[in-house]
């Protein structure tokens, strides 16, 4: 758990902090925002998938991801909802690890995750050491409310982004909207550029 | 979210909003409303009651009173989802300038005539 004594959801506003990308304030709680009910996945059933334009499926098991390069960050996340957790800690595999082996000439990716939730994410955000599929936070496993057992972890873009309960990524030739991209929200979410809505 | 969501329900401000561990909680660990957190902006939308009014779910056919969806408000934007299958039935975002609504999910909306 987290562990930390929350000053109320709305925390305070912040606006003098370099951290704060505009029309943000930092909280110390973590919010638990979805759009619906949270799946339960098993280890042993739980899977991560990339597909790619030519049909080919690359996939890992619980225990073949956990065999994979693990790394440690520490990174400022920001919800479109207009709060920030700076100094978050997590633990997961870079989505770089991921992608070594997958050819692909397509330049956008749709995340999917159990329970249906999807998002869009350019394949430039989830490569340079900028995106990972994240298992652990503060030391502890990934709860289920939070997207356990794995969720994407995108930091640099707004948190929707980070889908939780992460299924797979398929590699998309055009950049197609996602659930909340579907409705008004912003295609890349990119919160310095305050991207909020499309 | 904005405060303007219609939470007029006593369940509206569900302590859910706070982390908490709820993987040990059974069957549903996210906590939801019922249609009425949703009738207010639809109301302000529209000026009629859809609490009362019946929709058909796309995805499984159920016929059902909307008051008896199951509502996600902790989140972008409202969620509304069919009490039998879980299938969206309608969203809603409300954006500074614009409302974008999303009823892909319903194939009709019975809404009685006020007589
Ligand atoms: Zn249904």
Known sequence: MVGIISSGFHGRRQSGNPALPPGQYETGSFPVLTAGPAPRIPTDDWEFFITTEAGQRHAWSWAAFMALPQMDIETDIHCVTSWSKLGTRWRGVSLDSLFENVETNCRFTMAHSYGGYTTNVALADLLGGRAWVAWEFDGEPLERAHGGPARLLVPHLYFWKSAKWINGIELTQDDVPGFWESNGYHLH?????????? | MSGNNGSDSPDA????????????????????????????????????????????CRHCGAVRAFGETMVYVDAPGIVVRCASCEGVLLRLVETPTRYWLDVSGLSYLQIDREV
């Open chain 1, 189 to 198: 979410g990119d919160p310095w550029r305050e991207e909020r809505y499309s």
């Open chain 2, 13 to 56: 401000t569900d302590p859910g909003l706070e982390d908490q561990d709820i993987a040990g909680r059974v069957a549903n660990a996210i906590p939801h409303l019922d249609g009425n957190a949703v009738a207010g902006p639809l109301w302000e939308l529209f000026r009629f009651d859809i609490v009362a009014a019946i929709g058909r």
